[in-house]
């Protein structure tokens, strides 16, 4: 006699124990939450930041504003606490140049800051630093017309820059130096010296082209000298100058004064 096929038996879904275990798994997560705050609370209270130490030469640098920039960084505790953040926002503010931060044990951070030391002023509101960089002026009180004025557009602030000093080692033998340069957006060069005198140069080189200056300078003799305004040089086989007055051997009574001369010189006088 054949037996009869017993159906299989469907295991039940122990939907209980499913249940516990996820609970428990809740309550343990929740405990190790508990205990990680807490550990984590000690340990703050263990090692705690008491002191942020302010080191540097600052004249420009707004103490408010440095503060506000850095107090809400110092979170966590003295091992913990993220130094390059720090150092990011304290190089963020105004007339910082560089900084750094480091721990002092056992409860103090030093932050070490160099100030921009502006070699010139650029455009109408900003400073230019050694390296180039330009920052605002921020509304400081201090009077930095002394320095010399730079126009260039962006990208050209080194250029301008090196130029400047390369200008000024050539015209350091006549006592005088540049007080303006200026490179247009079509990068041609004006410069204005400490005496006054203002120099057209173009597209040219500004060094071959002041060498060139320079050359002629000397014979047109002291008293010409103290009466130039304006020198053009963007003539391929002279230039032209422009007079404060007119010279008194040039004076002709036919002529009024800054009606165009010619000179054999090469020099075209206005």
Partial sequence: MSRARQKPRRKKSNYLGVV??????????FMVMQTRDTLKASFDAMFPIKQIRIEGELANVDPQILEQSLLPLVRGNYLTVDLNALEQAASDVGWVG????????????????????PIARWGDDSLLGESGEVFALLGQSADFSPL?????????????????????????PRGTYVSSLRISDRLAWTVILSDGLEISIGNQDPLKA???????LPGLGEQRLALLKKVDLRYPRGFAVTWKSQPVEDAEPSSGQGSPQKNTDGIKKT
């Fill in 20 to 29: 516990l275990v996820a609970g428990v798994c809740l309550v343990a997560g």
């Fill in 98 to 117: 560089s900084a750094s931060v480091t721990r002092i044990w056992p409860d103090t951070l030093q932050v070490s800051l160099t100030e921009q030391r």
């Fill in 148 to 172: 010399p004025m730079l126009h260039a557009p962006r990208g050209h602030e080194l250029e301008v820059l090196g130029m400047m000093g390369e200008l000024n080692n050539k015209l350091q």
């Fill in 210 to 216: 002041l060498d060139r200056l320079l050359g002629v």
